[in-house]
């Protein structure tokens, strides 16, 4: 699986997934399990509605297990004091300036995985996260965002 891009995470984001993973296996798929059992001693599978959930919810949670896993195996941590704060990079904080009304709003740029729009992490393939990828202080970019097309000056490029 050469043809896998990494995934760029923080030691953080990689713990969390990694947290994840073993609750899913300790605590989730116990239960599931447990569930079918239960749902497969009712008797009759054909017309079984407990068991057909379980083992839908049983494939839902192996597919979670799988893709966190693979984003694990492709992971590659990122160490925040080697990034540029000339440009905005990933881990890069930007404050951004809306030109229009000239609000300012600042966004750390984060992988897909660590992306949390609450706490002001965005991803680097968001529309906003790839309009601000490589720019500069002082520069202006136009980003299409559901709402319309958006004109941000960047102000402010800092580290974590």
Not at 39 to 68: F, M, P, T, V
Request: hydrophobic share 35%.
């Amino acid at each position: 699986m050469s043809d896998q891009k990494p995934t760029y995470l923080t030691t953080e984001g990689l713990q969390k997934l990694k947290e994840e993973i073993h609750f899913l296996r300790s605590q989730e798929r116990p239960r599931i399990s447990q569930a079918i059992a239960e749902a497969r001693a009712q008797g009759d599978l054909s017309e079984n509605a407990e068991y057909d959930a379980a083992k839908e919810e049983q494939g839902l949670l192996e597919a979670r297990i799988s893709k966190l896993e693979n984003t694990v195996s492709t992971a590659r941590l990122l160490d925040e004091s080697m990034v540029d704060t000339s440009k905005a990079y990933i881990l890069s904080t930007v404050t951004v300036k809306n030109v229009a009304n000239s609000m300012k709003q600042s966004y750390t740029l984060v992988s897909e995985q660590e992306a949390d729009f609450a706490s002001g992490k965005i991803s680097i393939t968001s529309p906003i996260g790839k309009g601000l990828l490589g720019k500069e202080v002082g520069d202006k970019v136009d980003i299409q965002v559901p709402a319309g097309k958006v004109t941000l000056e960047v102000v402010d490029i800092t580290r974590g």
